[in-house]
């Protein structure tokens, strides 16, 4: 492991070489390092400047009541724990990344400026670092159901050569990865833990091998499992990727935090996998910026989830019975003016012009509605998601389309002379 004098310096600053109740001094977090950094070049200096002379020469003008002088200077004198542990790094064939380096990540410093880790321990192919993709996010603890449709997004995603980014925690993040591995295709891993052990492990070999994979993490190597690092390395995943795809969130906890933290910075669109869960906090990810995806990962475009002008707030892509034997429309049709909507609706044909899907559910509402009917009659005849049904409900008693019956709750549909 050939470091330069900046990256050792950065690695002496910033990182831990042992468990972090035996260390001296606490290294420098990203925002600490950020703000001494920028000190550093403002006096025309690098941090390989701090390791070729006395560095308190150096920091003389440096006041900071957090990052003190002794601070820095305790950090630097562990040079003989940094040899040692490069050394028993490089044995298990890991490598290093700075800021400074030009394999890190652009996406990072893009997304999260002076926040972005000044170091990442990593393993395997360090190019796909900025191959971008689409980050695969849920819960260590999803159903069967989501795991398969989880497991065929990584695959759909291979065949597409796009590189799938995820976490490598148990449950869908490792679904998605091992999906895409088993097919040759691309995968970012963004640990949170115990990359040292991951490097040497049966699971990861195949793509590590295959130069398809690359695993990396913020965090001291031979860490151990911490909440805390678990929820900030998502941010990680998110700004390494393109865009992103939630398959279940729970109504609390990394999954949901993550997905409100893209939403907030905008740093990648999310796209959310729709399902029946009650606990699952999907709907509100929606609500709050995120795009339904289609619920059938055969019919799904991986590319597509990557366009971020694909978002019409419509399943992308979902093929169903309703839809059988018509025109398919391009996956996002062009808005149409009220006069479109209006002669299309009269004439009770999408022909000439692409299909609206819900103009499609209108038509096939009138064909079949003949008495009030319930949404899971809807839901079951039409193959539809029941989200989706629920939306084009609303939607169609706000248009004067439905008329909603209580006790129990009904729908139903509207003729011309009614």
């Not at 025309?44 to 390791?51: E, I, Q, R, V, W």
């Not at 759909?156 to 679904?175: C, L, P």
């Not at 009650?278 to 509100?284: E, L, Q």
């Not at 019919?299 to 059988?324: H, Y």
Request: hydrophobic share 40%.
């Amino acid at each position: 492991m050939n470091l330069s004098h900046t990256a050792q310096a950065t690695l002496l600053l910033t990182s831990y070489f042992s468990k972090a109740s035996s260390e001296p001094a606490q290294p420098l977090t990203n925002k600490e390092w950020g703000r001494f950094a920028l000190w550093l070049r403002h006096q025309n200096s690098t941090p390989a400047d701090l390791l070729k002379a006395d560095p308190l020469a150096l920091l003389k003008c440096w006041h900071d009541a957090k990052i003190t002088q002794d601070r820095i200077v305790s950090l630097l004198n562990r040079g003989h724990s940094l040899a040692l542990a490069v050394e028993k790094w490089q044995r298990a064939g890991l490598w290093v990344v700075t800021r400074s380096d030009r394999e890190y990540p652009a996406r990072l410093k893009k997304n999260l400026k002076a926040d972005s880790p000044p170091v990442l321990f990593g393993c395997g192919n360090k190019a796909l670092l900025n191959s971008g993709g689409l980050a695969v996010i849920g819960s260590r603890n999803a159903n069967e159901i989501d795991l398969q449709f989880t497991r065929q997004v990584g695959v759909k995603a291979a065949s597409e050569d796009i590189a799938i980014v995820s976490g490598g925690a148990r449950g869908v993040d490792e679904t998605a990865m091992l999906g895409a591995i088993d097919q040759g295709g691309p995968v970012i891993g963004v640990m949170a833990d115990s990359l040292l052990k991951a490097a040497t492990s049966a699971k990861w070999r195949k793509g590590l091998m295959e130069g398809n994979l690359v695993l990396v993490s913020p965090f001291y190597p031979e860490a151990g499992f911490s909440a805390g690092n678990a929820m900030a390395r998502n941010k990680y995943i998110y700004c390494l990727a393109d865009s992103s795809l939630v398959i279940h969130s729970g109504k609390k906890g990394g999954t949901l935090n993550g997905a409100r933290e893209n939403l907030k910075h905008s740093w990648v669109p999310l796209w959310v996998k729709p399902t029946d869960d009650p606990a699952a906090a999907n709907a509100d990810l929606v609500n709050h910026g995120g795009h339904w995806c289609g619920n059938n990962p055969d019919t799904i475009s991986v590319r597509n989830l990557l366009e971020s002008n694909n978002f019409n707030g419509q399943p992308i892509n979902e093929s169903n019975d309703l839809f059988a034997g018509q025109q398919q429309p391009p996956l996002f049709a062009a808005k149409k003016e009220p006069a479109d909507i209006s002669a299309e609706k009269e004439e009770g044909s999408v022909s000439g012009e692409p299909a609206d899907f819900y103009l499609l559910f209108l038509k096939e509402l009138g064909r079949m509605a003949e008495e009030p009917f319930s949404p899971e009659t809807l839901t079951e005849s039409m193959g539809l998601h029941k989200t989706q049904v629920n939306e084009w409900l609303k939607r169609a008693i706000d248009e004067g389309q439905v008329r909603k019956l209580n006790r129990p709750v009904r729908y139903q549909f509207l003729k011309a002379d009614s």
